[in-house]
């Protein structure tokens, strides 16, 4: 892959070395898997990434990096592979991770109660409680569905990013060998 466009957008190693509240982690971080770009740490990276972009709240992203760290795969990659989910993708997933949830539990596929929101108030201090609720009366049927989601959505990211990396490897060299023999240089 385009290792030198991707190096524009990635922390500098001293930098999260140096930071203050990072150096606590410093042993965990030194791993050269965490932030080198490589064929498997990146389709780690992307793996753990979008299999923990499924945990609710504001856990994801702090989940991809010990998911990362465990598993010695990229972690900047796993952070921003999180951002897949967001207010607008949450409510497909949430729905996918049921309709899941419901085909392998059995389960008759509604939930066990209703969700209002008032659109003429809007008043979100009201209803953030209120879906939190909602959510967990989804219980275990949206447990394993959400499991059962995040874990294909990570072995298909795996193998896409392999797949990919490998077919843009391929092309480079097809390219690299269609070129036209450079003449060679005499010493005169």
Known sequence: MPRKHFRRFLPDHDAIRGNKYLRVFQPLLKHPNLWHLNRHSVAGGVAAGLFAGLIP???????AAILAIVFRVNLPVAAVATLYTNPFTWGPLILASYAIGSWVTG??????????FNWDSQNWIDFLPAFWTWLLSLGATYLIGSLILASSLAVIGYFSVQLAWRAYILAYLRRRRARPARPAKTGI
């Open 107 to 116: 389960g008759n596929g509604m939930p066990t109660t209703h969700l209002e």
């Open 57 to 63: 709240g504001p856990l994801q992203m702090l989940t």
